[in-house]
């Protein structure tokens, strides 16, 4: 549904474009042109041809595995403090003592031992760090960085369950 460009009413301007994602179904007879006499096929009767395009849309919430590793076992280092658990967006975040380096060692053999691969090549600088690991249909993006002579480790998680323990 469209107004054909901008259109001024109640003094201000307007333009409207709108795209239905669930089908309208039968046009009610009063609503249709005049002299229409071949009837259209009813819209639940066709697949719907547009895609979604909203984030929740895009996104559907996977369904949790029986073999699907729990967030709270994932390997961590063994200094890790301040450990935050941010289920809503499915991220962990901790604080370690040791510089950034050593953080990336202590969690890549962790995670190794853990069943975890790489899924790409680790950029590790003293500056900051950024290890990718994958499981299964579960995924890892891990970004070190400096902070108050230890390190801040944001852990972002796919596919893991989120179900408390």
Known sequence: MTTDGQVEVFGETWEVNLNFVAPLGEIPKEFQAAGSEKPEEDATDKPATTKPTTELNEKAAPEPAKNQLNVKDLALTKDASDVEYQALVEHLLFKSKANVKSVCAELAANL?????????????????????????????????????GGSQVQIFTEGLSWDEK
């Open 112 to 148: 190794k031992a853990q069943g975890w691969t790489k899924d790409g090549s680790d950029l590790i600088t003293p500056a900051s760090s950024i290890l990718k690991r994958k499981r299964g249909d579960a995924a890892l993006a891990i970004f070190v960085k400096p902070e108050n």
